[in-house]
């Protein structure tokens, strides 16, 4: 068993995590990373970012991800290829536990472990994911302009995403299992005065259709929920909008978590229910979801902690000197 000890314990590798590990490195806390098992974390998984700031021309995920960590240990980060299983948060250094065997130790510690948008899990979402088929609208919207997309789902996330994309077409079709929407009233009643949004009741995903070369998505086949009758929509984009799951398993029972599993933090900052913990992007941000913000809070947090071990060390000389 190797203990790896830093001042700055940084979980995940994603732009929030990547984004406070070169705050933290060049305030001089040589963070670690433990990078998990999505190194670069979900943006390894896209292909055409068009709206991080700072690139004029479409740039790719991976790509970006890349010069992010490149960035971070050329500032002095060090990069760990392992995945937590295990944490302790009672005592510090705070202690994290790899899966093979190795402890991480940190005097401060930023999560950013991110949020998993949930799929169908059919194979051709699958065979058709950045082709066609995307569960982020505001990410992929702007390529389906004047364009015929559908948006799958009933809850809040899918009436947003559909608003959203009236913006970019005038033929959005939401696609509901059921025969009324779970999400909030105001909501609906945006999405029933919109021109431009048709609803499709009892209907679920059977099939995602692909076509063209190079292959893309030309339909979708449903299924009658009521009836079982199969029918076909022709669409260019299918958005996937039944929600997401943060990465907080670890933390269940350690920290405070809110009423949908994301960490709970404090209004206007990074800090969580427990000292000199932090948390930042996905994991903490069920609204905004993008690069840009994870990177934001990212440096948020590396900056609050850089304060807290500050205001820590003051206030030991402070008590020396009494
Ligand atoms: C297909 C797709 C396209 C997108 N397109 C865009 C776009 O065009 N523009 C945009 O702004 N946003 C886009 N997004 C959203 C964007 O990717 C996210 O908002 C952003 O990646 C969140 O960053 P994050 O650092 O909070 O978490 P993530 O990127 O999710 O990273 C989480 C990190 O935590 C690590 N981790 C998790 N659990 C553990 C563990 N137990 N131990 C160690 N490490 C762990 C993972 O390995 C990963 O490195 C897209 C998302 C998807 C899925």
Same mark, same amino acid.
């Given at each position: ?34 990078? !998990? ?28 991800? !890349?010069?992010? =960590? ?51 899990? %059919? ?7 950045g082709k066609g088929v995307s569960a982020c609208a505001t990410c992929d919207g702007f390529f389906y302009r004047g364009k015929k997309v559908a948006v799958i789902g009933g ?25 009324? %929407? ?6 609906? =009643? ?42 076909? %929509? ?18 269940? !029972? ?8 994301y960490i709970a933090v404090e209004t206007g900052s990074t800090r969580t229910s427990v000292a000199g913990v932090f948390a930042c992007g996905d994991v903490m941000d069920k ?21 807290? %071990? ?8 402070a008590e020396a000197a009494e």
């Amino acid at each position: 068993m190797t203990i790896h000890t830093t001042k700055m314990l940084i979980l995940g590798s994603g732009p929030a995590g990547l984004s406070a590990a070169i705050y933290g490195a060049r305030a001089g806390l040589e963070p670690i990373v433990v990078q !998990g098992i999505q190194p670069g974390g979900q943006l390894m998984t896209t292909t055409d970012v068009e709206n991080y700031p700072g690139f004029r021309e479409v740039i790719q995920g991976p790509w970006l991800m !890349g010069e992010m =960590q490149a960035q971070a240990e050329h500032v002095g980060t060090r990069m760990m290829w392992d995945t937590v299983v295990k944490v302790d948060l009672t005592r510090r250094p705070f202690r994290l536990y790899g899966d093979g065997g190795d402890v991480y130790e940190g005097d401060v510690l930023v999560i950013a472990t991110g949020a998993q948008a949930k799929w169908l899990g %059919l194979d051709s979402e699958e065979l058709l994911k950045g082709k066609g088929v995307s569960a982020c609208a505001t990410c992929d919207g702007f390529f389906y302009r004047g364009k015929k997309v559908a948006v799958i789902g009933g809850g809040n996330t899918a009436v947003e995403e559909a608003l959203y994309l009236t913006n970019h077409s005038d033929d959005v079709t939401l696609i509901h299992r059921r025969d009324t %929407l779970r999400a909030e009233r105001i909501l609906q =009643q945006r999405l029933f005065a919109s021109e431009k949004i048709s609803t499709l009741w009892n209907k679920e995903v059977h099939r995602f259709l692909g076509g063209g070369t190079p292959e893309g998505l030309v339909g979708i086949e449903l299924k009658d929920t009521v009836t079982g009758e199969l029918s076909t %929509l022709e669409v260019d984009g299918g958005f996937v909008a039944i929600g997401h799951h943060p990465a907080t398993e670890l933390f269940r !029972g350690h920290l405070k978590l809110d009423e949908d599993g994301y960490i709970a933090v404090e209004t206007g900052s990074t800090r969580t229910s427990v000292a000199g913990v932090f948390a930042c992007g996905d994991v903490m941000d069920k609204v905004y979801r993008q690069a840009v913000t994870a990177a934001g809070t990212g440096c948020m947090a590396a900056l609050d902690a850089e304060r807290f %071990l500050q205001a820590e060390e003051f206030a030991e000389v402070a008590e020396a000197a009494e």
